[in-house]
C-alpha cells in the first residue's frame, strides 16, 4: 500500500491537479461503481478509470495525455482505442517515478514543490504504438506496477475517440465478441432491396448478455466502428461535442453530454445554465445518405427503398445494450440491380400514340424531329386518372409536371434535338392517354386549338325549371362544338363522375338523345372568344351533367370540364 500511495502521489504531481488531492479509481467493484457516479471524481482529469470506457476529443496537431495506474506486478493489461471521425496516432508508454514518496509515516503529503523535485518524467520505456483508423488495442499477460500514459494525436482534423483500459480483461467482457466468421453475407439481390444475413455474437446466447444489432448503410465505403458512423451521420449525434480550447472533461461529467445536471451548484460552477445545455444538445434533423437502423437481436435484416443500379456498403454493429460499447463485423458492398429496361416509343411528327401505363408504372417516349425546328408542340390528354410528365431535350429537363385532362405544352427548339418523354402512371390505378408531338404550324395539328380555361360556366340567375344557360371560352381558330347533357342523381358527385368517364372519349360515343346541338364558332379577339348556349326542354328540380366537346379537323376531340347543374323546382 505505501507503494501505491507513492504512484497515487506521483499522479497527482504529474497531472498538475494542484493541491486538491483527487483519488485515482480501483478495480474494487463497491468502490468502482460509488467512484464513477461521483461527477467532482473525474472531474477535469486525464485519469483513465479501470475497466469503464470514455470518450474524448482532440483538436488537430494538439497531443492529449492520459494516465492510469497498475497498482501490483505481474497483472494483466488490455488498452483499446478507437477513432471515430479520423486516423489516430497513439502511444502507450511506461512512466520512470521513484518507487517511494518520502515523508513515510507522518502520514502528510510533502508539500507539492518538494513533490515536484523528486518526480523525475522522462519519455519513459515505450510499450506500443499505432497509426490508422482501425480500432486497435495493446494487450499483456503480465506487466508491472507503475504509472502508464497513453498519448494520442490527431494530424488530419479535429476529431473524437474513445478508449477502454482494464487489467482484469478475462473477466471483463467491454465489447460483444464476433463469431468465428465475423463476415455480414448479402443473401439477396433486387432493385431496390438488399437482404442482409451475419452469424450471431456468441456474447449473447453463451454470456447472457443483452445485444442487439444495429446495420449501418451508406454509398461511401465501411465503417470500422459505431462511433466512425454516428460521427459521419451528423456532428450533432455524435458522442460529444467539441469543448472549448484549453477546457478538457471527464466522460462522467454526464452534463456534457446534455444531460441536465441535477445539483444547481454544480451548473453554476461550470458556467452553463441548464436551458444553454439542453439548446446546445438538441439533435437536429439533417438528410444524409447514410442511415442507422437497429433491430433487435435479429441476424438477417432486408434494406428497402434504396435506389437501383447503385452501389451500397452494409456495416453491422453488434452493440451491449447495457454498456453501450459496440464491436464492428466485416462489412460488405453490394450494388442494386438495374431497372428493367422498357422499350421506347418512337412518336412521329403530327401523329397521335395511344398509350397504356400500368397502375405506379411508367412508359418513354422518344421523338427525333427529322428537320430543323424552332419549336415542338406536345399535347397529352390523359383519359382517365392524371399522370407525371417529364420531357428531357438531349438528356436537360425541360419540364416535369402532372397532367390531368388535357394540356398543351411549347418546347423551344434546337436542332438535331432529340426529346424523351417519361410518362408515371397515377397510384389509383391504370392510365390511358393520347400524346402528340410535332413542328408543324398549329393550323395544321390534328388536336383542336383549345382555350387555357375550358371549363363551362352556367348562369344561376338564369335557370328556370325547364332551362339552364351556360358559357364556354373558344379560339381564334374555327372549330365545331357540340354539348350534350344527361340526367343525374342528385348525390351524383365528382369522384363518380371522374370514375365513369373516359375523358378521351368522343362525341361518337354519346347517346343521341343526350345531343343538345352542335355549332361553329371562333372569334379573331380573343377577349370576345366566349360562347353562350341556353339548354331547352329540362325537367324541374332535376340535376343535369353537360359535356361540351370540341372537334378538330382530324376529328379528334376533346372534351371540356364537365359541369353540373340543377333546374329550379319551383318557378
Known amino acids: 500500500m505505501r507503494q501505491f500511495k507513492g504512484w497515487s502521489v506521483a499522479l497527482l504531481v504529474l497531472l498538475g491537479l494542484g493541491t486538491l488531492a483527487q483519488k485515482l479509481p480501483t478495480r474494487d467493484e463497491g468502490l468502482f461503481q460509488m467512484q464513477i457516479r461521483d461527477k467532482s471524481l473525474f472531474h477535469d482529469s486525464s485519469v483513465i478509470p479501470d475497466g469503464a470506457e470514455i470518450s474524448g476529443y482532440l483538436f488537430r496537431d494538439t497531443p492529449k495525455r492520459y494516465y492510469f495506474v497498475v497498482e501490483e506486478d505481474n497483472t494483466p493489461l488490455s488498452v483499446t482505442v478507437t477513432p471515430c471521425d479520423a486516423p489516430l496516432e497513439w502511444k502507450l508508454t511506461l512512466q520512470e517515478l521513484p518507487e517511494e514518496a518520502s515523508g513515510e509515516g507522518s502520514g502528510e503529503p510533502e508539500p507539492l514543490d518538494q513533490q515536484k523535485q523528486q518526480v523525475t518524467v522522462d519519455e519513459g520505456t515505450e510499450l506500443f504504438t499505432y497509426k490508422g483508423n482501425d480500432v486497435e488495442s495493446y494487450v499483456a499477460t503480465s506487466t508491472p506496477s507503475g504509472l502508464y500514459q497513453l498519448e494520442l494525436l490527431s494530424t488530419e482534423k479535429d476529431s473524437n475517440f474513445k478508449v477502454y483500459a482494464t487489467t482484469t480483461p478475462e473477466s471483463d467482457q467491454p465489447y460483444p465478441e464476433l463469431p468465428y466468421d465475423p463476415r455480414v453475407d448479402v443473401t439477396a439481390l433486387g432493385r431496390t432491396t438488399v437482404t442482409l444475413a451475419w452469424k450471431p455474437t456468441p456474447t449473447g446466447f453463451l454470456m447472457g448478455q443483452p445485444v442487439q444489432y444495429c446495420v449501418v448503410i451508406n454509398k461511401e465505403h465501411n465503417f470500422k466502428s459505431m462511433c466512425a458512423a454516428e460521427a459521419k451521420i451528423s456532428i450533432d449525434d455524435a458522442f460529444m461535442l467539441a469543448p472549448k480550447p484549453g477546457r478538457d472533461f471527464s466522460p462522467f461529467d454526464f452534463a456534457h453530454f446534455g444531460?441536465?445536471?441535477?445539483?444547481?451548484?454544480?451548473?453554476?460552477?461550470?458556467?452553463?445554465?441548464?436551458?444553454?445545455?439542453?439548446?446546445?444538445?438538441?439533435?437536429?434533423?439533417?438528410?444524409?445518405?447514410?442511415?442507422?437502423?437497429?433491430?433487435?437481436?435479429?441476424?438477417?435484416?432486408?434494406?428497402?427503398?434504396?435506389?437501383?443500379?447503385?452501389?451500397?456498403?452494409?456495416?453491422?454493429?453488434?452493440?451491449?445494450?447495457?454498456?453501450?460499447?459496440?464491436?464492428?463485423?466485416?462489412?460488405?458492398?453490394?450494388?442494386?440491380?438495374?431497372?428493367?429496361?422498357?422499350?421506347?416509343?418512337?412518336?412521329?411528327?403530327?401523329?397521335?400514340?395511344?398509350?397504356?401505363?400500368?397502375?405506379?408504372?411508367?412508359?418513354?417516349?422518344?421523338?427525333?424531329?427529322?428537320?430543323?425546328?424552332?419549336?415542338?408542340?406536345?399535347?397529352?390528354?390523359?383519359?382517365?386518372?392524371?399522370?407525371?410528365?417529364?420531357?428531357?431535350?438531349?438528356?436537360?429537363?425541360?419540364?416535369?409536371?402532372?397532367?390531368?385532362?388535357?394540356?398543351?405544352?411549347?418546347?423551344?427548339?434546337?436542332?438535331?434535338?432529340?426529346?424523351?418523354?417519361?410518362?408515371?402512371?397515377?397510384?389509383?390505378?391504370?392510365?390511358?392517354?393520347?400524346?402528340?408531338?410535332?413542328?408543324?404550324?398549329?393550323?395544321?395539328?390534328?388536336?383542336?386549338?383549345?382555350?387555357?380555361?375550358?371549363?363551362?360556366?352556367?348562369?344561376?340567375?338564369?335557370?328556370?325549371?325547364?332551362?339552364?344557360?351556360?358559357?364556354?371560352?373558344?379560339?381564334?381558330?374555327?372549330?365545331?362544338?357540340?354539348?350534350?347533357?344527361?340526367?343525374?342523381?342528385?348525390?351524383?358527385?365528382?369522384?363518380?363522375?371522374?370514375?365513369?368517364?373516359?375523358?378521351?372519349?368522343?362525341?361518337?360515343?354519346?347517346?343521341?338523345?343526350?345531343?343538345?346541338?352542335?355549332?361553329?364558332?371562333?372569334?379573331?379577339?380573343?377577349?370576345?372568344a366566349v360562347t353562350t348556349e341556353t339548354i331547352t326542354g329540362l325537367e324541374p328540380g332535376k340535376t343535369y351533367l353537360l359535356d361540351v366537346y370540341v372537334v378538330g379537323h382530324s376529328g379528334h376531340s376533346v372534351k371540356y370540364q364537365s359541369k353540373l347543374v340543377k333546374t329550379r323546382k319551383y318557378c
Open 259 to 528: 444531460f441536465v445536471p441535477s445539483d444547481i451548484g454544480f451548473g453554476k460552477d461550470r458556467g452553463l445554465t441548464s436551458n444553454k445545455i439542453s439548446r446546445a444538445y438538441t439533435v437536429k434533423p439533417k438528410a444524409s445518405d447514410i442511415q442507422k437502423v437497429c433491430i433487435g437481436n435479429k441476424n438477417i435484416f432486408t434494406v428497402s427503398d434504396l435506389k437501383p443500379d447503385t452501389q451500397y456498403y452494409f456495416d453491422v454493429f453488434a452493440v451491449n445494450s447495457a454498456t453501450n460499447t459496440s464491436t464492428a463485423y466485416v462489412g460488405t458492398f453490394a450494388r442494386t440491380k438495374e431497372e428493367a429496361r422498357q422499350k421506347t416509343v418512337e412518336l412521329k411528327d403530327g401523329k397521335v400514340s395511344d398509350v397504356f401505363i400500368k397502375r405506379k408504372g411508367s412508359k418513354f417516349l422518344r421523338f427525333a424531329p427529322v428537320s430543323s425546328h424552332q419549336r415542338v408542340t406536345l399535347f397529352v390528354h390523359t383519359c382517365l386518372d392524371a399522370v407525371q410528365v417529364q420531357v428531357r431535350r438531349d438528356g436537360k429537363l425541360l419540364l416535369s409536371q402532372n397532367v390531368e385532362g388535357i394540356r398543351q405544352f411549347q418546347l423551344r427548339g434546337k436542332p438535331k434535338a432529340k426529346y424523351l418523354i417519361r410518362l408515371r402512371g397515377s397510384r389509383k390505378g391504370a392510365s390511358t392517354l393520347k400524346v402528340l408531338a410535332t413542328t408543324r404550324p398549329s393550323s395544321k395539328h390534328p388536336f383542336p386549338s383549345l382555350p387555357e380555361d375550358t371549363r363551362i360556366k352556367a348562369f344561376d340567375k338564369l335557370r328556370t325549371c325547364s332551362s339552364v344557360t351556360v358559357a364556354w371560352l373558344g379560339t381564334q381558330d374555327r372549330n365545331k362544338y357540340c354539348i350534350y347533357r344527361k340526367e343525374v342523381a342528385d348525390n351524383y358527385g365528382e369522384e363518380q363522375r371522374r370514375r365513369e368517364q373516359n375523358q378521351c372519349a368522343g362525341p361518337e360515343t354519346r347517346r343521341k338523345s343526350e345531343k343538345v346541338l352542335c355549332k361553329y364558332f371562333h372569334s379573331p379577339n380573343l377577349q370576345k
